[in-house]
């Protein structure tokens, strides 16, 4: 079992940044693909950034030049930068390990995050 804890969700106005914190702990191997949801209400899960075993990193096209992912392997953590933040932003986010393939698909990941609420008012 792989368990996931985010951090850093918030309220904050449009233009603004927030920085997200994935902590994995339990049966997790040194390197393995974790990636980055949200989900607004009434909307379907969106991927947003993912990052391979091999460095590889993918973002959706609504976050790129916006959201920068990165990983520290030593805390078994991942994070996501947020700036310039916008309204349409606002949803659940959470993370998730162990994608295979390691592509923003939510079914391809085997471990989720209970999530962390992002508001970015205009």
């Known amino acids: 079992q792989v368990q996931l804890v985010e951090s850093g969700g918030g309220s904050v106005q449009a233009g603004g940044s927030l920085r997200l914190s994935c902590t994995a702990s339990?049966?997790?191997?040194?390197?393995?693909?974790m990636g980055w949801f949200r989900q607004a209400p009434g909307k379907e899960r969106e991927g947003v950034a993912s990052i391979d075993s091999d460095g590889t990193i993918r973002y959706a096209d609504s976050v790129k030049g916006r959201f920068t992912v990165s990983q520290d392997n030593a805390k078994m953590s991942l994070y996501l930068q947020m700036n310039s933040l916008k309204p349409e932003d606002t949803a659940m986010y959470s993370c998730a390990y162990g994608g295979s393939p390691c592509q923003l698909y939510g079914p391809y990941f085997d471990y989720w995050g209970q999530g962390t609420q992002v508001t970015v008012s205009s």
């Open positions: 339990g049966y997790t191997y040194l390197r393995s693909c």
